[in-house]
């Protein structure tokens, strides 16, 4: 799709960042799985991604934006059109508002491990639940994560998005509507940045909730080997990890792609899994899953790209 010289040379001219043609994606996702994108693009500003979006839709390339890739499984043929990957949408400030609390702007690519960090420092409560999620600012709120029974519609209190009319626009989170990971947002709409209220609090106590969290995972998540967090949501409340530890599949491999022995919501790949392997393994489960307790699974991870 991308042989074009005059639309190569036009990519190039939108961003100052990368801008790398078939390049493998298991680089830029947590399982480290996935074919090549037809080009990959790393805009450094909000500026050079809205002139990128706007050069695309014109042209009718078809993108995909790009956070942490760690939700994201990409098939082994890769993403046909361009890949936007916005981790050089950096910015991060805060300021207190009069009601005494501080608001944090985050652009899309900030890590959320560095929000946390800033809390450590600033002493900011609020986001500690954050602690241990791999994502991006972006890629946090299009999923509305969460975990111990917070999410990012507990905390968001803007967004500013370049929507599918390429107009950079601002929603509060009154105009927002969040559900179980995820947010209802045209799938053409980029999120840019994201603005979260936040209490002053007592460093020691968010450093030891913080401290707390990060033992917990490790204890209980497979850390040691590349993975894509829950593959599955939670039906109806019910831990989708204990519905495939009842079935017997913990620890079924597909090449070196395995139902992780630690947990079973957790897909691992020990070395050289391929994406197809991990899809062969999500399908395994959903239908074991199905037959044993009549319940469907409903994926978390986005897959995403074509056969290999
Ligand atoms: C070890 C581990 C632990 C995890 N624990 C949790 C957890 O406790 N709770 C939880 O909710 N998740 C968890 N996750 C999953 C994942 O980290 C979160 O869903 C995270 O928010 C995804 O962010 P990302 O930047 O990696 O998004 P990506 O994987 O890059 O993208 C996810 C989806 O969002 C879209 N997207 C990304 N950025 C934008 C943007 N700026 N605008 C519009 N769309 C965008 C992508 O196109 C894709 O469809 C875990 C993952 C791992 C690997």
Aim: aromatic content about 4%; some cysteine.
């Amino acid at each position: 799709m991308l042989h074009d010289f005059f639309i190569k040379e036009q990519l190039k001219s939108c961003v100052s960042g990368a801008v790398l043609f078939d390049e493998p994606l298991d680089r830029y996702t947590s399982m480290g799985v996935g074919g090549p994108a037809d080009a990959l693009v790393v805009p450094q500003s909000m500026e050079e991604l809205v002139q990128l979006v706007r050069f695309l839709r014109k042209e009718n390339i078809p993108f995909l934006t790009l956070g942490n890739g760690t939700n994201l499984i990409v098939r082994d043929g890769g993403c046909r059109g361009v890949v936007v990957a916005l981790r050089g949408l950096q910015k991060l400030s805060w300021a207190s508002d009069p009601e005494g609390k501080i608001r944090v702007q985050a652009e899309a690519g900030v890590p959320l491990a560095s929000i946390v960090q800033l809390c450590i420092k600033e002493s900011l409560a609020g986001l500690e639940f954050c602690t241990g999620i791999p994502g991006s600012v972006g890629g946090a709120v299009r999923m509305n994560a969460g975990a111990f029974g917070r999410e990012m519609k507990d905390v968001v209190t803007a967004i500013t998005v370049l929507n599918e009319h390429l107009e950079l626009e601002t929603l509060s989170r009154r105009e927002l509507s969040f559900e179980y990971r995820r947010l209802n947002l045209s799938d053409e709409a980029v999120i840019v940045c994201a603005e979260f209220a936040l209490c002053p609090g007592e460093r020691e106590s968010i450093s030891a909730e913080i401290s707390e969290i990060l033992a917990l995972r490790k204890s209980k998540h497979p850390l040691n080997f590349r993975n894509a967090g829950s593959i599955f949501k939670n039906p109806r409340n019910l831990p989708a990890g204990q519905l495939i530890e009842e079935t017997g599949l913990k620890g079924t491999r597909r090449g070196d792609a395995m139902i992780s022995e630690k947990h079973g919501n957790f897909i691992v790949n020990l070395g050289h899994a391929r994406a197809a392997d991990v899809v062969d393994l999500i399908e395994e489960i959903k239908g074991r899953v199905e037959n044993c307790r009549a319940i469907q699974l409903e994926a978390e991870v986005h897959i995403v790209g074509e056969d290999g």
